[in-house]
């Protein structure tokens, strides 16, 4: 009993206190230890989560990238095929004007030495036929146009026949194709 005559009220409040503090000083160590585990999991599931994001947006500017090749590539083909198709037309339409021209030339030529030389090259006269009762016969190429009108017509109609090959050439132009 000794020892219980020297520990009065206070002392044993003093001892009652010590072992609340002692276990929650046991209750802190334990809560400390649990939470700096969890955040060493949270912190690598962050580094994870960072990593993924990293690598996400690397594709994302390599898939990019790469489409913008891919465009660039397709935009060159397009544009290399529409100038092989414009050369291609004007050096047809070029050709067939020279060629019309030309053709005009040597008519213009030979009905200018017909003109000079009317009994040149010409067979025996054949008897003329009797006229058509609705009318006077009409002698062959009064209803024709004018020379120069004629070679302005093929001209136009040359034009107009390189300008459909043209657009169906360009049409056939597929921008999208791989």
């Known amino acids: 009993m000794s020892l219980l005559r020297l520990l009065n009220i206070q002392g044993i409040a003093g001892i009652a206190v ?10 802190q160590k334990s809560e ?15 580094g994870k989560a960072q990593a993924v994001l990293a690598d996400t947006v690397a594709n994302y500017r390599a898939a990019a990238d790469a489409a913008r090749a891919a465009d660039k590539a397709k935009a060159e083909r397009v ?14 339409y070029q050709a067939r004007l020279a060629a019309a ?6 008519l213009r030529g030979e009905a200018a030495s017909a003109a000079a ?4 090259g010409r067979a025996a006269p054949v008897p003329g036929l009797a006229a058509a009762p609705g009318g006077p016969a009409q002698a062959s190429g009064e209803d024709r146009l004018p020379e120069q009108d004629r070679l302005t017509a093929t001209e136009q109609a040359i034009q107009l026949d390189e300008l459909i090959k043209w657009v169906k050439a360009q049409a056939q132009v597929r921008p999208n194709a791989p």
């Open 18 to 27: 010590s072992l609340a503090l002692a276990i929650l000083l046991v209750v």
């Open 32 to 46: 400390t230890r649990h939470w700096r585990k969890q955040s060493s999991q949270f912190e690598q599931l962050y």
């Open 79 to 92: 544009a290399a095929e529409q100038r092989n198709i414009n050369e291609r037309t004007t050096d047809d």
């Open 101 to 106: 021209r030309s053709l005009a030339r040597r």
């Open 117 to 120: 030389d009317p009994g040149a």
